[in-house]
């Protein structure tokens, strides 16, 4: 499967944005999908992920209440609504799948994940 993110940009303080993670290859759904984040300096973090067909969410302490990660799976997109904005929210955001992850525990771990997107930047001004 090969993932483009889209949808980064410059956004003051308080703002929204939405990410998008479009897939081709195959049905988008198969895969549990995360969305990670590197900023300059800093190892890459997780943000949130949604499991393949039942679409549970779970997200990361720095993004909960904030930001939503949702499936459309007839534009087999995965989104990443991002609300509340904050200065440290500021990083490249990579989309990444993978199709099986026996482990619950682990889909918060980069290293569980084979297929990437590249990476859309994220700027949030104060």
């Known amino acids: 499967v090969q993932l483009q993110a889209f949808g980064g940009g410059l956004v003051q303080a308080g703002g929204s944005l939405r990410l998008s993670c479009a897939a081709s290859g195959r049905t988008f759904s198969k895969y549990t999908v995360g969305w990670f984040r590197q900023a300059p300096g800093k190892d890459r973090e997780f943000v949130a992920h949604i499991t393949r067909t039942a679409g549970s969410t779970y997200y990361a302490d720095s993004a909960k209440g904030r930001f939503t990660i949702s499936r459309d799976g007839a534009k087999n997109t995965v989104y990443l609504q991002m609300n509340s904005l904050k200065p440290e929210d500021t990083a490249d955001y990579y989309c990444?799948?993978?199709?099986?992850?026996?482990?619950?525990?682990?889909?918060?771990?980069?290293?569980?994940?084979?297929?990437w997107g590249q990476g859309t930047l994220v700027t949030v001004s104060s």
């Open positions: 990444a799948a993978e199709d099986y992850i026996s482990d619950y525990a682990l889909m918060s771990n980069s290293e569980a994940y084979t297929y």
